[in-house]
């Protein structure tokens, strides 16, 4: 007689039987070493194999600062406000850059790792979640560099700053930032499995898409329905508040217009 097969010695169980399209927060930090895994390794392979190596994360931020404030401010004249050009360049470019990576990576995310997950079963979402945990070394070490420009303004150029409340909010805007670019991905990757022109599409919409946010053209400069056009960008609010959070007191913009085009 054949004895009867149980699954009581088994954590997980994964069959037919059992709907496996959601995942829970416990299910999620059981895997947590995993995630951090793929963090580690997408962080330590982005310049693999480059003779500057990880001084990437730097040249790369510089060079678009010093094209930007040239071509923009130098020649084009347009302000910068309350702050030098190249903070406020910088500024915009580091919370931009985080936004972007979050979305490229994990928009195409199943795709690259479509291998691994016929192969052995883990929450999906743990891939997500690992591309932005390496987009977030990136962030901090571009934030770095930004923090060196401004302590150069400060003790060098004897720049005044004054502490801001707004220094405050830089935890949240950070992870709201993580939030917005992993959320859109996670719809945009559901759509690459059947549809690659999807990827092509986020390779040049993020393009386009940083010039209806104040990386290069001030909010003082948007009037009107220019405004609202730069504002239905919901980076371009969160770029705002982390930009005001290094500049002289004044209004703060980025939240006043989110919470009114949002809610």
């Known amino acids: 007689m054949k004895a009867k097969q149980t699954n009581e010695h088994w954590d997980i169980v994964v069959d ?4 496996k399209s959601t995942t829970t927060i416990g299910e999620l ?3 947590r070493d995993l995630a951090l895994l793929f963090a580690k390794r997408d962080f330590s392979t982005i310049y693999y194999q480059t003779i500057l190596g990880s001084l990437w994360f730097f040249i790369q931020p510089l060079i678009t600062m010093l094209f930007l404030t ?3 401010h130098t020649i084009a004249g347009v302000t910068t406000d309350n702050l030098p050009a190249d903070l406020f360049y910088l500024s915009g470019l580091t919370v931009w850059n985080y936004f972007s990576l979050c979305l490229s990576t994990t928009s195409n995310v199943l795709i690259i790792n479509q291998y691994i997950l016929s192969k052995v079963y883990f929450p999906k979402f743990v891939l997500h979640i690992s591309k932005v945990l390496s987009a977030l070394f990136v962030f901090c070490a571009q934030f770095i560099l930004f923090i060196l420009f401004l302590l150069f303004h400060i003790i060098v150029l004897k720049m005044p700053f004054h ?5 405050l909010l830089l935890p949240f805007l950070v992870l709201l930032t993580g939030g917005l670019g992993m959320g859109l991905g996670l719809l945009i990757s559901v759509l690459t499995v059947k549809y690659r022109d999807f990827i092509y599409l986020i390779t040049y919409g993020l393009q386009l898409l940083m010039y209806l946010s104040p990386v290069i053209i ?3 400069l948007m009037t009107g329905k220019r405004s609202i056009l730069v504002f239905s960008n919901p980076v371009s609010a969160v770029i705002e508040d982390f930009r005001q959070a290094f500049s002289p007191p004044g209004p703060f913009t980025g939240c006043i217009w989110y919470i009114a085009l949002y809610l």
């Open 70 to 72: 040239v071509v923009f």
């Open 163 to 167: 502490f801001s409340i707004h220094l």
């Open 16 to 19: 037919a039987s059992k709907n």
């Open 218 to 220: 001030p909010v003082s």
């Open 29 to 31: 930090w059981r895997y």
